[in-house]
């Protein structure tokens, strides 16, 4: 994909500063790194028990650490966001605090994944993801946004077009016991077990593929 000339500086040179993201939600250390708990940890907070499809299940609430609270999904932790292929691999991952909404998270998804694969046109993301990010992604990584949202009238789950290829992915990572909760302190070691997981998934099918030879 060719790059626009049009585009600020920072894009066209590929050095991508979270300025521009920071200036438009107000974003910064404080919702990044709320205050730690008390060394004993107990009777303080809520207990993290996370039931969207972007954060593992019975988080350890005496874990130190990067973490917030979503009001609106009622969680307290961390969200995962991850951008695959349209086979399920993985192709970028950031986890942060659960107090950063989810739209200005994809932003530092897609400033990770721009300057590796330059070549991605379009982009399917689920209702969540609608609104100013679509402009900014445009402007700033020249992709398409598609908002796959709910049928109408859906009750439970239904199976959606292109939005379930992540959902398998998550589905995927979720069968690796370090996933399974959220034991790591530092949000750069859970985006490394999140690469390994897949890493780990990608070397098992191409064994699959490989004959071994006769001698």
Not at 18 to 35: E, F, I, K, N, T
Not at 144 to 154: C, G
Not at 209 to 214: A, D, E
Request: glycine share 8%.
């Amino acid at each position: 994909m060719a790059w626009d000339t049009a585009r600020p500086a920072e894009v066209a040179n590929r050095v991508w500063l979270l300025s521009p993201v920071d200036q438009d939600r107000g974003l910064g250390a404080d919702q990044r790194c709320p205050p730690r708990r008390s060394a004993c940890g107990r009777g303080q907070g809520v207990r993290a028990d996370r039931r969207d499809y972007r954060q593992p299940i019975g988080q350890d609430d005496r874990k130190r650490g990067l973490h917030g609270y979503d009001a609106g999904k009622k969680i307290n932790g961390r969200k995962r966001h991850i951008l695959v292929d349209t086979l399920g691999l993985l192709l970028a991952v950031v986890v942060h605090s659960a107090a950063i909404q989810d739209r200005d998270g994809a932003k530092w998804l897609f400033i990770k994944a721009a300057a590796s694969f330059p070549a991605i046109s379009l982009v399917w993301a689920d209702g969540g993801y609608a609104g100013k990010l679509i402009a900014w992604l445009d402007r700033w990584c020249g992709w398409v946004l598609e908002i796959v949202r709910k049928l109408e009238q859906q009750t439970g789950f239904q199976l959606l077009r292109k939005r379930w290829i992540v959902e398998r992915t998550f589905a995927w990572l979720g069968h690796s016991r370090r996933l399974s909760k959220d034991y790591e302190e530092l949000v750069e070691n859970s985006e490394a077990m999140i690469h390994i997981a897949m890493i780990r998934l990608m070397l098992q099918r191409l064994c699959r593929t490989i004959k071994p030879q006769r001698r």
